[in-house]
């Protein structure tokens, strides 16, 4: 079994991750992150869809599927045999915590729902991941990222304004839901310390979509339309966005007046920018942009990029680099951090897994596990949790039930 460390925040918790794909997955990981024991109950033969998706690694995960599972353990089941349904029951007696997202109805089909497993563990904290609110009239619809950053408004606030609306290069809504599932799941827990009992979490992608708008959300409702799309540029703060130097683009972001003044002095030695009424206060910036963009445009593109980020950096002005992804994930403060490790796999011999982003009293939460190879641990959670010999075992793969 997965070994628990007793300095972790969730150390003794355990988790059955009925889930697949990204929203719900991630919400399992980030406990298993914090030092829950997570188990992955899966297909024996296609596990969880996104072993298909994405660059291979190995003969069963892919970037895509590793992405979302370290700090697991794999078990396979088929839940469409009542064997198989039994069995997950019985892990639930020994889990605090259920992940699903089934489609609507689907874990009540199988005698997974809140209730079922409510009989069976009367404190389980579960949680139900969905595309729309389960107590509205669309609570059937399936629920997938794009559609959702479409019907959320998302995508009609991404991307320049004369562009048509643009997808998140990311699963934003699903990332966001997952998120947001563990904060509900970690709040839930702590209640049931106090009180003694579980609860139904519901997350809806929906609703967090609509979550993600923000302030771009509140504006919105307060303008009795859509705000205008501003790119790399700030809806409200000006200079802040993206700009060419002589060699190539950099970020600045300019947040006060006193910042602004020693952008104009110190950075492009134009003070006489800041004599002009139109650009003196951010408000008057953000009104009058369309003229003052392109006169600091003109200055940036005279400059070499370095020399523009060491007398923003001098000044305390908040500025950076535009890195490739590749560039960034192999950058080193990227090393330095330690966000990205290598872990054995036992087919491609290592594999790159992200590492938790979470301190705790100065030391980030440790990859205990990684991701798992479909079915890895089928035989040792069995064989631990519901103490069945090999005779059994060896039975229930005969049927089909595990692998």
Known sequence: MMSPSSSLPLAGIRVLDLSRVLAGPLCAQVLGDLGAEVIKVEHPKRGDDTRDWGLRVGDTETAYFNSMNRNKRSV?????????????????????VVVQNFKFGGAEKMGLGYEQVRAVKADV????????????????????????????????INGEASQPPLKFGVAAVDLFTGMYAAQAVLAALFDRQRTGKGCHVELALFDCGL?????????????????????????????YGVFDA???????????????????????????????????????????RDTLVPLLLQEMRARPRKLLLERMSAVGIPCGEVLGLFEALTSPRAEHAGLVTKQPHPVAGSMDVMAPPYRMDGTRMPVRLPPPVLGEGT??????????????????????VIK
């Open 211 to 239: 979550m993600v708008s923000a302030y771009y959300g509140l504006e919105a409702l307060l303008m009795r339309k859509d705000p205008p799309r501003y790119g790399n540029a700030h809806p409200s703060i000006v200079p």
């Open 246 to 288: 002589q060699d190539g683009p950099l970020i600045v972001a300019v947040g006060n007046n006193a910042q602004f003044e020693r952008f104009c002095t110190e950075v492009i030695a134009r003070p006489d920018i800041l004599q002009d009424e139109r650009y003196g206060t951010n408000l008057a910036r953000k009104a009058n």
């Open 76 to 96: 396979t089941v088929d839940l469409q045999s009542p064997a198989g349904q039994e069995l997950v029951r019985e892990l639930a007696k020994q889990c605090d």
């Open 125 to 156: 904290v579960y949680c139900s991941v969905s595309g729309y609110d389960r107590h509205g009239p669309e609570a059937a619809r399936p629920g997938y990222d794009l559609v959702i950053q479409g019907e959320a408004g998302l995508m009609a």
């Open 379 to 400: 035989r040792e959670v069995l064989e631990t949790l519901l103490g069945l010999d090999a005779g059994r075992l060896a039975a229930l793969q005969a049927q089909g």
